[in-house]
């Protein structure tokens, strides 16, 4: 096993100066060639990956639908050419009291990365999914370690992959899938010498021990792991007061969908009590009541959410407010809240915990003792605003991104997407892995200092986006 | 003293929210009011800067112009609010099959940053040098370790910071200075639980250690450390044989400029053997014996730098090839240059290996066997195009900065400068500690999903460059 790991690495290595010297144009083809690929694969896959996920038929077909979109946002990103931050600072022969000499800068990609699938998303996070296209769309070699979740899914995307490689002229090394289960086959990769660079969406323990690796490897490598977040969900006084009842049938969807099987996932509401609140729970219980169970993306997934709702239920601060076939619902005081801090860990599932604070000062503190989280949300009425501003800028140190009367799950793939934010929600909070700027993972600058024109990168004489002493030219 | 950095690294806490508020022409104004009052110290700061370092007038002068120079680049930056990279995706409410929420990103700072004075720049990379500057530029407090070769430069410029500061009616807190001998105080700072990213320029040894502390935090952090290159330089043939009596005389300028204590510093000099390797030694070993010995930055990089020199001198595979009061220089060949890691580890000062090598073959093995680099130069004429046009894609993957018939010594401070690497140059290659992306390592996206107008941050109104949908508007 190790040994394959090993001569796919090499193999991924081999290609990696043949693709990066290709022209942006050939990378953008490739990764729409992917998606038509994927999409050939009709029937099979979608039939493929509902057996081996039991997620049903039509969140799959769109989250395929998600998965090309994707791959075709980073080819237009590819052909923008903005990723590469061109810029060029002209020499001053004559400055005093010395000269100025050219600088030009762009950036490169950093070499094969590794991408672990996660379970959650079979094709939008997975062989095919947002790790691998930024990855691609870089100029960076990919190897791919499958999640054992969906092994039959996993290599009909790799099949699709390979063929929109070969039908592209591009070596066969610039993509390969491993397998296996146990730590060894992570382990192999992650501390391969080729590989440069992890994507990683899975457990904050799983997760925290393969960033262990990345970072103490003789040549630390940077390591993007999406790990874990409660994404917390604030329901401010006007908006409980007036829209309660529809807040919990909401909530209840959200929590829900896909059987709460999401990293945004609103695992914990805060609201201040009162009549408000007590309709929203009214609201809540009656929808989760409604929720058919779902099965689970694997057993052990299954097995541990019945483990950490078990303990909730047995938490002697914790009073379920519904619990059901569907998901579990418990509330808590924020000083019971904030004396436990297991009680602000995810529940992989459909589990939420509602803290009922007794004022806006106990709700803002209880935001200030949280780690870090992919989103924040907001419910509120123009009345609200003015706490909504006072929670705004400690919002923004907790999360990647803050929503106002929505539901975080649902990741818009988009130029201003943030999917990330500080730890334990990501591993380093000042990327994402959806949206326009998943590419930035992936790239590192260079400068040249007085190259001859004849040996400047192409992109130069490209017309491409560039800087000029800083100004947009 | 541990007491002292928390209360300071509180204070550190307390300011952030309230600085990060201002507009950026306040951040902008206080950066220059910043060179202001570093100017205002005059004569005294270079009396004591230079009774400290044992560096010339005229260099620190020059430094001083440097440290100045920085801070107004990094004004003007500010001001641009390019940093902050501006988009917005809006709604598209009646998209198909769901509508599209309204998507707008901004860059926030991380936090307090710590930063690490250097030795060897005791104004440019030190109390109000390149990672003070970056860090309040991306509107983050700053604490600085001050370096023990200069304590009371460091104490006269922290006293400019804090009239800037006092002067522009920004919160005490937002600057501070600690001091302390010993491992202790750079331990309190960086596993400060408020201090949220580090900026360290210094020995690998010590760069290690903190980034071993950042990384392993409860919360870990980024730590941009910026720890030891030995700056290769190729003589490639045509350059050679028509320069190479210029070739050395050049080289022996860059490497006994400052008594060699320069990160950039020219260590390793690649060349193919042949006569016009002979003159540039010839003339190297002429133009050394010249230089005059320059009193070392402190008594312990003097003992390391001499324990270095023995230690080559007493090397079975190395030949003296100019050894004097100014500077060492040893010649090896590529066959035993390759088969010792040590002789390719920085030796702080005027210190170099030439490595002979038989073939442009050998040249290239060479370089492919190297650590990550901050810079990689090539002396070459025309006819040396082709075989730079084949180095150059090895080279871009090892170093930060790729110069064309120049010296590494001197880091113009410009947009499209790259003070930056693979590790061990660094340990974050994705970064620059100097010119226009130096702000890039203290920031985060954050993302606001469907935020009303009313608490929108002010800057998406403000008319900065903003990306409309992926497109400049």
Chains 1, 2 share one sequence.
């Not at 979740?149 to 610039?174: E, F, K, M, Y």
């Not at 103490?216 to 409660?230: C, D, K, N, Q």
């Not at 969908?257 to 929203?280: D, K, Y």
């Amino acid at each position: 096993m190790s040994a394959d790991i090993a001569a796919t690495c090499a193999a991924a290595e081999a290609a990696f100066d043949i693709y990066r010297a290709q022209p942006l144009e050939a990378r953008a083809v490739l990764l729409e060639r992917i998606a038509t690929e994927i999409m050939a694969l009709g029937e099979e896959l979608i039939a493929t990956v509902m057996a081996e996920s039991h997620l049903p038929r039509a969140r799959l077909e769109g989250e395929r639908g998600r998965t090309c979109g994707q791959l075709g946002l980073l080819a237009s990103i590819v052909r923008a050419g903005r990723f590469l931050d061109l810029r060029h600072d002209p020499a001053q022969p004559s400055r005093q009291p010395a000269p100025r000499p050219d600088l030009r800068l762009r950036n490169i990609p950093l070499g094969p990365v590794a991408v672990f699938g996660a379970s959650n998303f079979p094709l939008a996070f997975s062989v095919a999914g947002g790790d691998t296209a930024s990855a691609l769309a870089a100029g960076c070699p990919v190897v791919v370690k499958a999640h054992p979740a969906h092994p039959q899914t996993s290599r009909l995307v790799a099949g699709a992959i390979a063929r929109a490689v070969s039908a592209t002229g591009l070596p066969a090394g610039l993509f390969a899938l491993v397998e296996g289960e146990g730590t060894e086959p992570g382990t192999a990769l992650v501390t391969n010498p080729h590989i440069k660079a992890v994507g990683f969406t899975g457990s904050r323990a799983g997760g925290l021990a393969l960033a262990a690796l990345a970072r103490t490897r003789p040549e630390p490598i940077p390591f993007y792991g999406e790990l874990s977040a409660v994404n917390p969900v604030l329901l401010l006084p006007h908006a409980l007061s007036t829209r309660g009842t529809a807040l919990g049938a909401g909530f209840a969807a959200s929590l829900t969908l896909g059987a709460g099987q999401f990293c945004t996932n609103p695992g914990l509401v805060l609201a201040i009590e009162g009549e408000g609140m007590e309709r929203f729970i009214a609201s809540a219980r009656a929808a989760l009541a409604g929720t058919a169970a779902q099965p689970m993306l694997t057993p052990g997934i299954a097995a541990a959410y019945e483990r950490g709702v078990a303990a909730r239920g047995a938490h002697k601060s914790l009073a379920p407010l519904a619990n059901f076939a569907g998901g579990a619902l418990f509330g808590v005081s924020a000083a019971d809240f904030s004396s436990d801090p297991h009680l602000s860990e995810e529940i992989f599932g459909p589990a939420a915990l509602l803290v009922r604070c007794a004022s806006a000062a106990e709700l803002c503190a209880v935001i200030e003792g949280l780690d870090g989280q992919l989103t924040a949300t907001l419910h509120m009425d123009e009345p609200d605003h003015p706490l909504a501003r006072m929670l705004l800028p400690s919002l923004e140190r907790k999360a990647g991104r803050i929503l106002a009367n929505g539901w975080p799950t649902g990741v818009e793939v988009a130029h201003a997407m943030v999917h990330g934010g500080p730890f334990p929600a990501t591993t380093e909070s000042r990327t994402t892995s959806v949206g326009g700027k998943a590419i930035e993972r992936f790239l590192r600058p260079v400068c040249y200092q007085d190259l001859p024109a004849a040996l400047l990168p192409e992109e130069f004489s490209q017309n491409l986006p560039c800087l000029i002493d800083g100004k947009a030219a």
